[in-house]
């Protein structure tokens, strides 16, 4: 089946089934680097942290993962039924998450969950949390948890793991009554393990705030269902903003994304028709080997892009001197291709991340977030690239970054 994105009444993205990639999101019309390509909000979205958070951590809204005034958020407004567990940064997001994603029955159980004997690790506890916002889901809004189940997922059907046989034995042990009944009667063990499968390829992060350390942690795990769709490349050609911190000005404000759980993903540089457009799942520094172990233990596949079959027969160490090579040459014109052609096919196979990196990666110290420009003007494109790690906005130009508001007025 095939579905299309619309861009001022024009088609400009079509998902379609592509031999051994499952569905793909292509260009259906030649598009331009900084065009929005998608804006998805999550079906589900549960929180990353620990059942019982430590003290003195990060607080989030328990609906919009907002972040709190920390440690103790004086305009937080705290769930009627648990109190403390569950704080919302306003009467709107309280109100909505009591009849979506907080109902009486997430909270009993979530409650009932902390009060446990401790799960042995915080993946565990993750997990438990996404289950029971699924589970919540079902009941709440079943066509949107048809959505969720719709996706592909890596679980076979062929073996159970035994965390799933355990967390589906623990979960449905703390409902009772009623809602026993309703939660048993569908969700089977082989059903839960899907869930899981289908979490664990398919989830999105919203990270944590950019720090001077460059050690951000995940605050809360999305499904976004069109989000999806898009694969994996090690050199992708797309990437994804969240700006769900942000004001009602700057960079947010251009992809009318403002204090929200929506996702944009918009062009890096340009993209012909037919082409397929395509996310890195993580940082693009990485090496070679850590790549190919990430996509293998996280999301079951071998990657065989362009840039991981010239580096497959690389060492670690012959890629720590490319880089280095690489930081050394920024100033070579040779290895750099005419703005408005992007990257030339020969140069592409050749050396094909040498370009990208120059041109595309935040120079930020601990950030390697990825470069985009900010979304075209009345047709016109944006000289300003966006870091979607840190936020930092620069010229294309210009190796500095500058805030939002300096770049947006020089633009």
Known sequence: ????????????????????????VIASKPLKAGEIVLKDSPVLLYS?????????GAVYCS?????????????????PLCSSSALFCSPACQSTALQSSHTPWACQTLTRLRNFPPLRTEELQVQARFLVAAYNLSRVSPS???????????WSGCQLDADAIFLHSLITSLCDGESQREVTSFFTVEVTAALLAKDRANAFGLMEPFGDKGDRSVRAYGIYPNASFFNHDCLPNACRFDYVDSDSSG???????????????????????GREICLSYFPVNLKHSERQ????EDYGFTCTCDRCNVEANWSDNEEE????????????????????????E??????????????????????????????????????????????????????????????????
């Open 346 to 411: 020969g140069e592409e196979s050749a050396f094909p991340h040498a370009y990208f990196f120059l041109r595309y990666m935040c120079n930020r110290e601990n950030c390697w977030g990825t470069l985009a420009p900010l979304p075209p003007s009345n047709g016109t494109p944006s000289s300003v690239m966006e870091c979607n790690v840190c936020g930092n906005l620069k010229k294309n130009d210009d190796e500095g970054g500058m805030d939002g508001d300096d770049a947006l007025e020089e633009e």
């Open 48 to 56: 990353a942290l620990p059942l019982n958070p430590r003290r003195g």
């Open 293 to 296: 172990q990430r996509l293998k």
């Open 144 to 154: 949107d948890f048809q959505r969720v189940w719709g996706l592909d997922g890596g």
């Open 321 to 344: 001197e490319e880089e280095e090579e690489e930081a050394m040459e920024e100033d070579n014109d040779e290895l750099m291709v005419d703005e408005d052609d992007g990257v030339k």
């Open 1 to 24: 089946m095939s579905t299309t994105a619309e861009h001022g009444g024009v088609q400009s993205t079509t998902v379609t089934q592509i031999q051994g990639r499952g569905r793909a």
């Open 251 to 273: 960079a947010a404000a251009a992809n009318g994304s403002v204090c929200n759980t929506d996702v944009v993903v918009r062009l890096i540089h340009d993209v012909p028709q």
């Open 63 to 79: 609906h919009c993962f907002k972040t709190l005034p920390n440690p103790n958020p004086p305009s937080a407004l705290p769930c």
